[in-house]
């Protein structure tokens, strides 16, 4: 079985967990994570409150598939475009 790269993060927590084992082996109390400890640890994912206000949301819509052709047909980036397009017709039709 190949071996599994692992980063910084994984190596740590995984001598970590052979240190407690250890431990535990010779009778030992296994190390206790304070607070302050895990306060520490570095979070996966990006920091909170950094996404924009107005950044786009991912949502489920159904399309007519020629519509759908159109816009696949023009390469690379057509959700840009047709982004643009539906906020075009916005400008000059009122969506409800």
Same mark, same amino acid.
């Given at each position: 079985?190949?071996?599994?790269?692992?980063?910084?993060?994984?190596?740590?927590?995984?001598?970590?967990?052979?240190?407690?084992?250890?431990?535990?082996?010779?009778?030992?109390?296994?190390?206790?994570? $304070?607070?302050?400890?895990?306060?520490?640890?570095? $979070?996966?994912?990006?920091?909170?409150?950094?996404?924009?206000?107005?950044?786009?949301?991912?949502?489920?819509?159904?399309?007519?598939?020629?519509?759908?052709?159109?816009?696949?047909?023009?390469?690379?980036?057509?959700?840009?475009?047709?982004?643009?397009?539906?906020?075009?017709?916005?400008?000059?039709?009122?969506?409800?």
């Amino acid at each position: 079985m190949p071996k599994e790269k692992m980063d910084d993060e994984m190596k740590a927590f995984a001598a970590d967990v052979l240190a407690s084992i250890a431990q535990a082996k010779r009778g030992e109390q296994a190390r206790a994570h $304070t607070a302050a400890d895990i306060a520490t640890y570095k $979070t996966r994912g990006r920091p909170a409150g950094s996404t924009k206000k107005d950044s786009k949301q991912a949502v489920t819509v159904r399309y007519s598939p020629d519509v759908l052709q159109a816009f696949r047909a023009t390469g690379k980036g057509w959700q840009a475009r047709m982004n643009d397009a539906l906020k075009d017709w916005l400008q000059t039709h009122s969506p409800a």
